[in-house]
């Protein structure tokens, strides 16, 4: 019996709730949302859906009420506001991290061996004050962006080579804003090195593509994106509840890793029925290394502006 919560019943927290239930990830998802009566819809409308896309997870909403919360084995967090055109995702962090603290306190105080998983931005500094508000270890505090954003890499690879997305693997790492890295040294198409079948020049507009990725998204819509959040995140779930040991690129906090101490960035790891159950260290080389401190640079500066809160 798997229960997940998902916290913040909007855009993303309602499309991972979906496919929780619909794909029968958890027998259990509980919608929580500040906003009155919203989170109760939500839920009530995904259950109306159970006898049409056949499936029997439960779903329940609540306004802020977190006792309906309790035990869950799984709680992903994505309360908070989404940017607008023109704002940075670290234009977030004032009112984001009070959010996700609060969040984060009420979630632990009726489950208290469950596992964490941020959504809300700056996806690596709120993971940052979750670990910091829960006091959790590193293995059960993490955030989601590298299987977001390696999926926007990967779908624009499929679509420049008329491949399909199913045989592209590939790994990125850093933060969750501009300077994330992607790493075609390690993108395979069925296996192929992507760079025996892609010129650099497209090869790297994808890549610079990527890293703008959620904001072209936001651009379009005037708000972020969530079916493709919403997914990895409940793939994030799904991993964990069913001990799967998925290697993903995850946000966690560095104590050493890659040089790197006490930083939260996005790496390839292993995710089973413990949170995060391996830090994978590939070799990097000179440039990668390069851009991979840069991101770090980037995502202190604003783990320095929470700290001086
Ligand atoms: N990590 C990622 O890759 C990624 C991807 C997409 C969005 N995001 C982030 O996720 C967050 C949510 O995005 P969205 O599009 O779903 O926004 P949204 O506005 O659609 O939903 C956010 C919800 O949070 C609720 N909320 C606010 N304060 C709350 C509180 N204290 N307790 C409970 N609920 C509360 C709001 O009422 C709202 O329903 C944003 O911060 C966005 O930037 C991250
Ligand atoms: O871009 C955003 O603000 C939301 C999210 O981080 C994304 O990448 O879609």
Known sequence: MAK???VGAGNVGATAADVLAYR?????VVLVDIKDGFAEGKALDIWQKSPINLYDTRTVGS???YSK???SDVVIITSGLPRKPGMSRDDLIST???IVKSVTENVIKHSPEAIIIIVSNPLDVMTYQAHITSQFPRTKVMGMAGILDTARYKAFLAEALDVSPK??????MGGHGDTMVPLPRYTTVGGIPVTELIDNDTLEAIVQRTKTGGGELVKLMGTSAWYAPGSASAQMAEAIIKDQKRVFPVCVKLEGEYGIDNCYLGVPVVLGKNGIEKIIELDLNED??????SSEKAVREVMNVLDNK
């Open 69 to 71: 919360t309790a035990d």
């Open 96 to 98: 984001n991290a009070g």
């Open 63 to 65: 306004t802020n009420d």
């Open 24 to 28: 029968e990830i958890a027998n259990e």
């Open 4 to 6: 997940v919560t998902v």
């Open 167 to 172: 045989d592209i693997q590939a790994v990125l």
């Open 288 to 293: 990668e290394m390069a851009l991979l401190k």
